[in-house]
């Protein structure tokens, strides 16, 4: 099959045209296309034209860059009959976008949480109130993805004043659409599902509603969901692994585990497009280089004495600003690093090799 039909199996997960057309040369070699839903210390739950299955990630499990493993979400080309008869992967293909993290402490890298994602679904619950500067942090990570953040608030039913959270959380999320429903009752679940297109991707706290709100999207039962500890309100970690699903109206949910600390990666810009109304206000100010702390003719400053921008949403951006810039510092200073050992390397290959020399004279 060289020609893009439409028929594919795989056209429920995504699966297009242009993939087709990237997938010609891996098609002429014998591979297969293969939506990775999720990876467990290199083995992968994969979706294929002839339904599920288990394949090794193979070499592909651990490249020199961890970014560069496959993930959740991942097109990958599959060989069906790799070492021992077993399908492995042999190539992934280009992400349009991916959600990266950084990695845990001292690995000064970042990690993909999922790839080829076209909306992210951003689960706030309504109840406690929500966490405004965790949102910010979601969102400025989703923006930098290259996918389109929404903001799905959660957990209606139990919200005391739902109009007045939504509009906090509104004032937290310019250019997002903002909606609320709730899973049980199934009010808004309809204007859930009509804001969400393509490889969708819920993410948000354990305990949210995530898993609950995307059987109600999927209509069935299939995402394990957990009871909320009453005590602290805090989830039990019940998702153990990304799940990806194919939605009734189109396009794939992909579930994941609770989002704990999340820590932003190389996310300028996903910043600025995460606090689009405080840079648009910025370029009314004075000076160019304006820090919007104590300088004369400040439209931020003059913005949050007016009361038009919360104080808490300037000081939220600051935080998010020096903790990406923090990791840029640790990135670079790896990389430094990575040079220094390559540096020595060689130096030491070059002593060997004169004090040879010199033997051999
Ligand atoms: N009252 C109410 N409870 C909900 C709603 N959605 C989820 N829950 C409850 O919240 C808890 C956590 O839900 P779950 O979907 O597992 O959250 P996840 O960790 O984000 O996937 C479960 O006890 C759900 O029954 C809702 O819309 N209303
Ligand atoms: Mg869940
Ligand atoms: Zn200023």
């Known amino acids: ?27 002429a070699a014998g591979l297969v296309p293969a939506r990775v839903a999720a990876v467990d210390r290199g083995l ?21 860059d ?3 493993a496959p993930c959740t979400g991942d097109w ?22 991916a ?20 909306t992210v679904a951003v689960a706030v619950p309504l ?29 209606a039913d139990r919200a005391a004043s739902p109009a007045g959270a939504q509009a906090d959380v509104a004032a937290a999320a310019p250019g997002v659409e903002v909606v609320a429903c709730s899973a049980a009752t199934g ?26 709100l995307g059987n109600a999207l999927l209509g069935t039962g299939a995402l394990a969901t957990g009871e909320v500890r009453a005590s602290d309100g805090k989830g039990r970690h019940t998702t153990v692994r990304r799940e990806m699903l194919p939605l009734p109206g189109g396009g794939v949910l992909i579930d994941t585990p609770g989002l704990r600390g999340v820590g932003l990666f190389d996310a300028g810009g996903g ?15 004075r000076f160019g280089d304006c820090a919007h702390r104590t300088e004369p003719g400040c439209a931020v400053l003059a913005a949050v004495a007016g009361g038009s921008l919360a104080r808490r949403r300037l000081d939220s951006y600051r935080k998010l600003q020096r903790e990406n810039a923090w990791i840029a510092s640790r990135t670079d200073a790896r990389l430094r690093a990575e040079q220094r050992d390559k540096w020595k390397a060689v130096s030491r290959w070059q002593r060997r090799m004169y004090k040879e020399r010199g033997r051999d004279r």
């Not at 979706?47 to 070499?59: F, H, I, K, L, Y």
């Not at 990958?76 to 976008?97: N, Q």
């Not at 942090?137 to 996918?147: D, F, V």
């Not at 995460?274 to 370029?283: N, T």
């Open 76 to 97: 990958a080309a599959l060989r069906p009959d790799g070492p021992g008869g077993r399908p492995v992967l042999a190539a992934l293909l280009p992400r349009r976008t």
């Open 271 to 285: 910043l600025r497009r995460a606090f689009a109304d405080i840079e648009e206000l910025a370029a009314g100010c």
């Open 44 to 64: 992968c739950d994969v979706v294929t034209e002839s339904g599920p299955g288990r394949a090794s990630a193979g070499p592909l499990a651990s490249p020199g």
């Open 66 to 68: 961890p970014a560069a």
């Open 187 to 212: 009010d808004g679940v309809d204007a859930v599902a009509a804001v969400l297109s393509g490889t969708v991707v819920l993410v948000g706290p354990s305990g949210a509603g995530k898993s609950t």
């Open 1 to 27: 099959m060289s020609s893009f039909d439409g028929s594919s199996p795989l056209s429920a997960y995504g699966w297009d045209e242009t993939l087709n057309e990237l997938f010609l040369a891996h098609r």
């Open 127 to 155: 109840v406690p109130d929500p966490d405004l500067g965790r949102l910010e942090r979601l969102l400025a990570l989703a923006w930098e993805s290259g996918a389109r953040p929404v903001v799905v608030l959660t957990k």
């Open 99 to 118: 959600i990266v993290r950084s990695s845990a402490a001292r690995d000064s890298r970042g990690q993909v949480l999922a790839a080829n994602v076209d």
